[in-house]
Each structure stands twice: as C-alpha cells, then as structure tokens.
C-alpha cells in the first residue's frame, strides 16, 4: 500500500483543516487506517484510527471531540476533520496502514505515508 497524505497548513487556534490520506496498491478496504503525529522534540504519537470497514473508530483522548476521522473506500481515501485546532496539536501527521484492525502503537503498522506539517498559530 503507498500512502499520500496532503491537507496540512498554517491555521489559527480555533481553526480547522482536513487531511486527507490518499491509498494505492493493495486492497484499500481490507485495512485499518491510523493518523499519528510527531511534534518536535517528541515521540510519535497515535491520533486516530479507522477500521477497515469504517464502522471501527479510535482516539487520543486529546484530541476527542475535535478531530473526527472517517475513509471512503469507493475514492481510496482516509479523512481528518480536525477542528477547535490548539497549538498543541502543530505536529507533522503522517498516516499508517495496518491489516484489518486498528493499534494506537506505531510499530504494528506495515506501512507509512510522507508527512505533512500541520501549525496552530496562537
């Protein structure tokens, strides 16, 4: 699976933007989708996850209520609808893919996308 993330940009805090995650090669829709981000200076970590039928979803607790994740299987595509954005959440987001379910930890997924840098302005 080659992963294409784009979507990133400048935003004010309050704000909103949309990544989208765009999938080619394999079966799409046989799997899970994850959005991570890795601020300077820290770990890479999990954001959100997408099962593989889309009816499975997960969050960082930082970011519930916020951010809503979703996939269209028909375009090969995997959304982040990021809104109320903080400048805790400036990071570069990348996205993930895994077979079938969802992990929040990076190491069980199979392949990666490029990143695209997403910064909240205070």
């Known amino acids: 699976v080659q992963l294409q993330a784009s979507g990133g940009g400048l935003v004010q805090a309050g704000g909103s933007l949309r990544l989208s995650c765009a999938a080619s090669?394999?079966?799409?829709?046989?799997?899970?989708l994850g959005w991570f981000r890795q601020a300077p200076g820290k770990e890479r970590e999990f954001v959100a996850g997408?099962?593989?039928?889309?009816?499975?979803?997960n969050y960082a607790d930082s970011v519930k209520g916020r951010f809503t994740i979703s996939r269209d299987n028909a375009k090969n595509t995997v959304y982040l609808q990021m809104n109320s954005l903080k400048p805790e959440d400036t990071a570069v987001y990348s996205c993930?893919?895994?077979?079938?379910?969802?992990?929040?930890?990076?190491?069980?997924?199979?392949?990666w996308g490029q990143g695209t840098l997403v910064t909240v302005s205070s």
């Open positions: 997408i099962n593989w039928s889309g009816y499975g979803t």
């Open positions: 090669g394999r079966t799409f829709s046989n799997y899970a």
């Open positions: 993930a893919a895994r077979y079938t379910s969802v992990s929040t930890r990076p190491r069980s997924y199979d392949y």
